[in-house]
């Protein structure tokens, strides 16, 4: 089997997590050889930089600081993990790439997804995902779910306000526009069960198995 770049994209609350675990699992049940990991992170110095991006304390940072910081977890967690794993013939399932930078940061700050590519093409050096799963959902309701859940860290872009978050989604659509074969867009109003569902079948025929 041939490598493999598998994203996964959404707003906060999309359950976007909790739906890469239920595959991780399905994938070891079937044995394919692959890794699961996230950005920002998956990696000790990427891990770090998030935790300076994601605090909540770090109110006074510039969009554009952000921006670079985001690009350079980008990097070193392709350097250090993401490359290894596809030159082995893994399928590599990442929790957020640079499609989050597009929309967040160039829709949701206002900087422009051209400008935040031109950042991220010196960290990706022409590395796009062979599929992006998106999951689509109203950022009110996002919102609402990640408020109410007891076991997760709120994080400084949690505290945004929803119309941060409203133009992130725009932001989501408009890439998706550009490049619709590369993304899967799956309803994730409804239950768990069906997302996975969706989310399982679109990626295992992705892989041809």
Do not use: W
């Not at 989050?100 to 900087?111: D, M, P, T």
């Not at 779910?145 to 409203?166: C, G, P, S, Y």
């Not at 989501?172 to 109003?189: H, L, M, Q």
Request: a negative charge.
């Amino acid at each position: 089997m041939e490598s493999l770049f598998i994203t996964f994209e959404g707003p906060e609350g999309a359950g976007k997590t909790t739906i890469i675990n239920m595959v991780t699992e399905e994938f070891h049940k079937i044995g394919l050889n692959f890794i699961s990991t996230r950005e920002p992170g998956g990696i000790r110095i990427a891990e770090n930089i998030r935790n300076i991006i994601l605090d909540p304390e770090n109110t006074e940072m510039d969009i554009r600081t952000e921006a670079l910081l985001y690009a350079a977890a980008r990097r070193q967690h392709l350097a250090e993990k993401v490359l290894p794993a596809l030159e082995e013939g893994r399928i590599v399932l990442c929790d957020r790439f640079i499609d989050s930078s597009l929309a967040y940061q160039g829709v949701g700050r206002g900087i422009g997804i051209d400008e935040i590519y031109q950042i991220n093409e010196f960290a990706i050096n022409g590395l796009m995902p062979h599929l992006t799963i998106y999951f689509d959902l109203d950022p009110k309701i996002g919102l609402q779910r990640v408020h109410q859940a007891d076991e997760r860290e709120i994080n400084r872009l949690d505290l945004e306000e929803l119309d941060f978050h409203l133009k992130v989604q725009s932001g989501y659509y408009e890439i998706i526009k550009r490049e619709p074969n590369r993304f899967k867009v799956i309803d994730a109003s409804r239950s768990i069960e069906e997302v996975y569902e969706a989310t399982l079948q679109a990626v295992l025929e992705k892989i041809g198995h």
